[in-house]
């Protein structure tokens, strides 16, 4: 059942009978305390300004959107999504809250559940989507294509989440305050060595760039050394300048492949497109991320 509606969303695996919302009085009302958290919450912050404004308006409106549990042992239940409405709740002094009751057999499904709620409810930082992702690949086995199938996104988007996990940690504690993007963080991808992300994370924040500005930053870094390096007899044939289009796609194919890329037009509107790679990983990635379902297996 999971695999063939979790792409639908959480509302898809809710029983017909229980969607009529909290004014058909159709969900049963569950003691607080006898509702235990979810282990595999995706989410981990909890901003003290989002939980004001949730619990103002529990207070004035009352819980529209039930949580969802699934029965546990000894007549307890254990959370599915919904940790933010149930905390409300508690802060509120409120005994019982509205809930639909899943029949969720294992863990997996459970994770798979609440990463759904929260991604559509965009309550998921991109770190948090990365590291949910990366328990459903490492822990229990799913291939990225069964999690973009899943969650409602594409392959290589559920490569990128993962790749954000080999930034340096500072960064990514960035990437969870909203310092910086998921499009700084791809761009940043790009750079091969660990000091060159650092430098040009902390000018990103100083600075202010424009994930374009990183985009274009990350591209002058990575240039060919054989470029810099290159004889003065060579240097006095300079190639015209590219037209504008040549590098706009330059920086398009960066962004996408999060690697150096250089067109080479030829004067017969013929050319040739250069990839750059930096490891047996990054070639599989790129690989990957350009032959998409095609590829399925081919580095796996």
Not at 124 to 145: S, T
Not at 221 to 250: D, G, W
Not at 271 to 277: D, H, S
């Amino acid at each position: 059942m999971a695999k063939q509606r979790l792409g639908k969303g959480l509302h898809a695996l809710i029983p017909s009978d229980q969607v009529d919302g909290p004014s058909g009085g159709m969900q049963p009302h569950l003691n607080v305390d006898l509702i235990d958290p979810n282990p595999f919450q995706p989410r981990q912050l909890f901003g003290d300004e989002e939980m004001a404004d949730l619990i103002s308006s529990i207070d004035a409106n009352g819980i529209l959107q039930p949580i969802t549990v699934r029965e546990s042992e000894n007549g307890r239940y254990q959370l599915v999504a919904g940790e933010r409405r149930l905390r409300a709740s508690k802060a509120l002094g409120l005994e019982k809250v509205p809930a639909y009751i899943l029949s969720v057999d294992s863990d997996v499904n459970m994770m798979e559940y609440a990463l759904i709620e929260n991604i559509q409810r965009e309550d998921l930082n991109p770190v948090e989507q990365a590291e949910a992702f990366a328990l459903l690949h490492g822990k229990y086995d799913l291939k990225q294509e069964e999690i973009a199938q899943q969650v409602g996104i594409s392959r290589p988007a559920v490569a990128n989440y993962l790749r954000i996990l080999r930034l340096p940690s500072e960064i990514k504690t960035s990437l969870r305050n909203s310092e910086i993007t998921m499009g700084h963080a791809r761009a940043l991808l790009g750079l091969p060595q660990p000091a060159l992300i650092q430098s040009l994370w902390k000018k990103i924040v100083k600075n202010g760039m424009s994930v374009r500005q990183t985009e274009a930053a990350v591209h002058s870094l990575i240039e060919p050394k054989e470029e810099k390096s290159a004889k003065p007899a060579a240097k006095s044939k300079r190639e015209p300048p590219k037209p504008a289009f040549i590098n706009e796609v330059e920086v398009e194919l960066l962004t996408l492949l999060s690697t150096k890329v250089r067109v080479k037009p030829k004067g017969d509107d013929t050319g040739a497109i250069e990839i750059f790679y930096y490891s047996q990983e990054d070639l599989e990635r790129i690989l990957d991320i350009i032959f998409g379902d095609q590829g399925k297996g081919k580095g796996e």
